[in-house]
């Protein structure tokens, strides 16, 4: 099936998980470059509210019958999978959740999108794909070695579409392999809202505000400048630009392949703690703590291939404003 375009020319793109953080910001960025979108999100810890362009379809990646009808009747060009479960610490107590929803799910969609003859599909992977990388910063073609469920649940969709693509002309993927994706919306319209956060920009702004007492340094002891983890932060919105110098890439017929979103450079959790203090204006106490299991002492992605490939040029690279994005949304939400 080729499906033709929309009246004003452009693609239409059906978003699984386009309520949540990084999905929303790209339903803006897609709606705002006049895309016709449709989310599909069951709301599990998705917004309403965050769905800024087109229609949401509330529905599970599990079922089947609401899937095909909300993306048959919507006869997208693309698919954007976002919908998973993030969060490692948890994926190493409830495995099987990440399983089923991060690898049979995304095969669920994928039969969908085969059924359906839908010929492009954009893929949200992650840098923990490659577990402890040996080279830094790391390249696409480093082997993976995933060292925890959520890890090896994306890392096996990678393989599902990577066969698929491989079986099938007619079907052609991207994986984004993210790096620490932060920041929000510059106009405070959406931003990272989940309950219990763990990641350190949002825990160090809740620390800020006042809902934690202290801060947490997992780890001082690593083999680093200051002893402790270097991370590439990368601005949600470069992200969602990512994704749709994507969208047009296999729209134009590239190649499919994957692709490390990040700055290539990072920062200590010593640095990111000075921006949030000074952002914040807060000199929130933080304790030394011990390591957190399977936290690599590095991470930080060659970025060269995206930049060359898609011509991707970032342009919210500075750590501060990504924090000032961050805590200017952080302070729109309740204090809890
Ligand atoms: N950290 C703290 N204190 C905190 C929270 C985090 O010291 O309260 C540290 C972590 O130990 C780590 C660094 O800050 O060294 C960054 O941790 P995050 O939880 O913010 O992010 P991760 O690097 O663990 O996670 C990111 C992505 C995941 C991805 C992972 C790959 O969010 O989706 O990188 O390693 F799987």
Known sequence: MISSLSPNGKARVFVTGGAGYIGSHVVKALG??????RTYDNLSSGNRWAVLHGDLFTGDLGDRISLKSAMEDFDPHA?????????VAESVTRPLKYYRNNTVNALNLLE?????GIRNFIFSSTAAVYGMPE????REEAPLFPINPYGASKAMT???????????????YIALRYFNVAGADPQGRIGQSYENATHLITR???????????LQIFGTDYDTPDGTCIRDYIHVDD???AHLSSLNYLLG????????????????????????????GVDFPVAEAPRRAGDPPILVADSGKIRRTMNWIPRFDDLEYIVRTAWEWERTLPKK
């Open 135 to 138: 080279e830094i910063p790391v």
């Open 239 to 241: 992200l969602a630009a």
């Open 253 to 280: 017929n590239g190649i499919g392949d994957r692709f490390n979103c990040g700055y290539g450079h990072g920062y200590s959790v010593r640095e990111v703690i000075e921006v949030a203090r000074k952002v914040t």
């Open 112 to 116: 969908v999108v085969q059924e359906l």
């Open 79 to 87: 698919v954007m999978h976002f919908a998973a479960y993030i969060e």
């Open 204 to 214: 160090a702004l809740k620390t800020a505000k006042g809902e934690f007492d202290l």
């Open 32 to 37: 705002e470059a006049g895309y016709e979108v």
């Open 158 to 172: 990678e393989r599902l579409l990577a066969d698929l693509s491989e079986a099938n002309d007619d079907f052609n």
